[in-house]
């Protein structure tokens, strides 16, 4: 298991002390995306928000549009009663707004490197419990979607568009 020490290198996109961006990838977000799998009833309740944090935090790793989509199902799951389920069995809105409106999704530019929410991948790594997990990763889930701020009102006419209405 890794270690908090204060000499770790740093990830230079979500700044956890996880060996640097590629650990961070391929070590500490592997492994709790394998918990979550092994342990749908518990760990993988919360997995489509584990996905959307990882992904805003570590957009430069993505497709351009990845942040659009990643932040729709976001606020979804966190002002609409959304399911993060990872054998999600309600979809809410997500599939009409991919099939009519993704391809004109326009860039939304994330905050700086280091400045997308003080709690990261790393933190849900060293969490060994199932509730604490879940209860973790909606912190994380409202820390990341509070740093895309300038996106909201985006977020929210896109929701719209697709019959959601709510205040958030």
């Not at 799998?37 to 997995?47: C, E, I, K, Q």
């Amino acid at each position: 298991m890794w270690e908090r020490r204060g000499h770790m290198k740093k990830c230079d996109l979500c700044g956890s002390e996880s060996g640097g961006r590629e650990a961070c990838r391929n070590q500490v977000f592997g492994d709790v995306l394998a918990r979550e799998y092994s342990d749908p009833a518990g760990y993988g309740t919360v997995h489509l928000l584990t996905v959307d944090c990882y992904a805003l935090q570590h957009s430069e790793d993505h497709s351009p549009r990845s942040n659009a989509l990643h932040l729709i199902r976001l606020c979804w799951i966190l002002f609409c009663s959304g399911d993060p389920d990872i054998g999600q069995k309600d979809k809410g809105p997500i599939p009409y707004i991919m099939e009519r409106y993704y391809r004109d999704f326009p860039f939304r530019k994330p905050p700086p490197p280091g400045k997308r929410g003080d709690i990261t991948v790393m933190d849900l790594y060293i969490v060994r419990d199932p509730e604490e997990h879940r209860a973790l990763t909606y912190k994380w889930a409202k820390a990341v979607w509070d740093t895309y701020g300038e996106h909201h009102k985006w977020v929210r006419d896109q929701l719209g568009k697709a019959g959601i209405n709510f205040n958030a």
